[in-house]
Nanobody, 122 residues
């Protein structure tokens, strides 16, 4: 199974941007569909976005479409999440996850990262 490490989180003002990265190792990255999920304080984990193993199809939570962009670079074994026009409600721990099957909701994943904190100040 792939080992996943997120980076790029931090503190940003509302309206700003951040780019998260997820570095994969120990597995065939290009064989996994990849996902971003998040969990805000006191809330359940939420599906953010997914991208197929070849990068040809992306799926976003309806509330985030247009502000967030998921992408991947299979040559670098890295997944990205570009987040623009950030809002205070985007404050959460962001996780990347891998799964050999395509899903568009929270489910059991094959691998998870440890998460990276994103805090948006208003």
């Amino acid at each position: 199974q792939a080992q996943l490490v997120e980076s790029g989180g931090g503190l940003v003002q509302a309206g700003g941007s951040l780019r998260l990265s997820c570095a994969a190792s120990g597995g065939a990255f290009s064989r996994y569909h990849m996902y971003w999920l998040r969990q805000a304080p006191g809330k359940e984990r939420e599906f953010v976005a997914g991208i197929t193993f070849g990068g040809g199809t992306m799926y976003y939570a309806a509330s985030l479409k247009g502000r967030f962009t998921i992408s991947r670079d299979n040559a670098k074994n890295t997944l990205y999440l570009q987040m623009n026009s950030l809002k205070s409600e985007d404050t959460a721990v962001y996780y990347c996850a891998a799964k050999r099957t395509w899903v568009t909701r929270i489910t059991d994943y094959d691998s998870w990262g440890q998460g990276t904190q994103v805090t948006v100040s208003s």
